[in-house]
C-alpha cells in the first residue's frame, strides 16, 4: 500500500500558473507509473499526464499538451505537476494516482491505477 497526498491547488486567475505536488507514504518502486487526473464538475475523471518513475518518460493529454509538466523527485518520492497557462475550463480537482503494473507504457485509463489521493482543488478565474 502507499498513501498519497496532493497539495498546492488553489485560487488563480487565468493566465497564471500554480505547482501541484503528490508526495508518497514511501518509497516509489521503479516500476510504477505516476499520473495526474481531474474532474470537473459533473464531468468524468480524465487523464492528464503520467511519468515512469525510473526512466521519467512522459505522456500527456492533448488539451494541456504545452502548459503542463509532469516531473519527479525520487529522493523526496515526490511527483509534480507545473501548470502554466491555465484557463478556467482547467478548473477541477486534481488527483495523483500510482499505477504498479510495470507496464511497458504509460496508461491514461484511471481504472487501471491502483492508489489514489484525495485530490486538491485548483480554480481558474476568468
Known amino acids: 500500500q502507499v498513501q498519497l497526498a496532493e497539495s498546492g491547488g488553489g485560487l488563480v486567475q487565468a493566465g497564471g500558473s500554480l505547482r501541484l505536488s503528490c508526495a508518497a507514504s514511501?518509497?516509489?518502486?521503479?516500476?510504477?507509473?505516476m499520473g495526474w487526473f481531474r474532474q470537473a464538475p459533473g464531468k468524468e475523471r480524465e487523464f492528464i499526464a503520467a511519468?515512469?518513475?525510473?526512466?521519467?518518460?512522459?505522456k500527456y493529454a492533448d488539451s494541456v499538451k504545452g502548459r503542463f509538466t509532469i516531473s519527479k523527485d525520487n529522493a523526496k518520492n515526490t511527483v509534480y505537476l507545473q501548470m502554466n497557462s491555465l484557463k478556467p475550463e482547467d478548473t477541477a480537482v486534481y488527483y495523483c494516482?500510482?499505477?504498479?503494473?510495470?507496464?511497458?507504457?504509460?496508461?491514461?485509463?484511471?481504472?487501471?491505477?491502483?492508489?489514489w489521493g484525495q485530490g486538491t482543488q485548483v480554480t481558474v478565474s476568468s
Open positions: 494516482a500510482a499505477d504498479r503494473s510495470g507496464s511497458t507504457w504509460l496508461r491514461t485509463s484511471l481504472e487501471l491505477y491502483d492508489y
Open positions: 514511501r518509497r516509489i518502486f521503479s516500476s510504477y507509473a
Open positions: 511519468i515512469r518513475w525510473s526512466a521519467g518518460g512522459t
